[in-house]
């Protein structure tokens, strides 16, 4: 069974700090692997999809990479805002449009 | 326009009441999914709809119901509920086996049960 996992669970961080947020997963047999995040209360927004055959994805201020062999993705963000608290959530797609979140990060930048 | 559209925003209903939720996407996506998210916990996939069939019901209890009646349109139909459903309910939608199926996701419906 796939699990997913992230860390840290919580990150407090000042304005203008680069950070990298961690997503492991357990089964490296994934057809995609999707960045979201989430404002409280409110739905998903999607960041970023990488392939299982991409090893890296930019938009903006974000970056993200994925390691399949070893299991591991990360969200790198540069340059942060207060706006870009929030809870980030990766998201792993096991095949047949399963996707299989992680524990999530919350995530406050401080102005 | 990458809108996924949820009605109700909230609902609150009793263990014995009838109740639906409605989830509309434009985008020309022929999967539909529910997800139920508890407070401070990630989303788990409920329901799988293709080409407007269910291809995945992840052994969801039979008070909840989904209907996908058009390639838009995606209900969820509650019945008898217990407090322990109160939850955020998504919405989402994507391609089907496109290699770029990103789901874009609803703001949600947060229901209580009472």
């Known amino acids: 069974k796939q699990e997913v996992t992230q860390i840290p669970a919580a990150l407090s961080v000042p304005e203008g700090e680069n950070l990298v947020l961690n997503c492991s997963f357990t089964?490296?047999?994934?057809?995609?692997l999707q960045w979201f995040r989430q404002d409280p209360g409110k739905g998903l927004t999607s960041l970023l999809l990488?392939?299982?055959?991409?090893r890296e994805q930019t938009s903006g201020r974000l970056n993200a990479s994925l390691d399949k062999s070893s299991g591991r993705s990360t969200l790198y963000i540069a340059a942060s805002q207060p706006g870009d608290s929030a809870t980030y959530l990766c998201?792993?797609?096991?095949?047949?449009?399963?996707?299989?979140f992680g524990t999530g990060t919350r995530l406050l930048v401080s102005p | 326009d990458t809108e996924v559209t949820q009605t109700p925003k909230h609902l609150v209903m009793g263990m014995t009441n009838k109740k639906s939720l409605k989830c509309e996407q434009h985008?020309?996506?022929?999967?539909m999914y529910w997800y139920k998210q508890k407070a401070k916990k990630p989303p788990e996939l409920m329901f799988v709809?293709?080409?407007?069939?269910?291809?995945i019901n992840e052994s969801v209890p039979s008070r909840f119901s989904p209907e996908c009646p058009n390639s838009s349109l995606l209900n969820l139909h509650l019945h008898a509920l217990q407090p322990e459903d109160s939850a955020l309910y998504l919405c989402?939608?994507?391609?089907?086996?496109?290699?770029?199926?990103?789901?874009?996701f609803g703001p949600g419906t947060r229901l209580t049960v009472l």
């Open positions: 998201a792993v797609n096991t095949g047949f449009q399963k996707l299989v």
């Open positions: 089964d490296s047999a994934i057809y995609n």
């Open positions: 990488i392939q299982s055959s991409q």
């Open positions: 989402a939608s994507s391609q089907v086996g496109s290699g770029t199926d990103t789901q874009y």
């Open positions: 709809y293709s080409y407007e069939k269910l291809s």
């Open positions: 985008m020309g996506h022929r999967a």
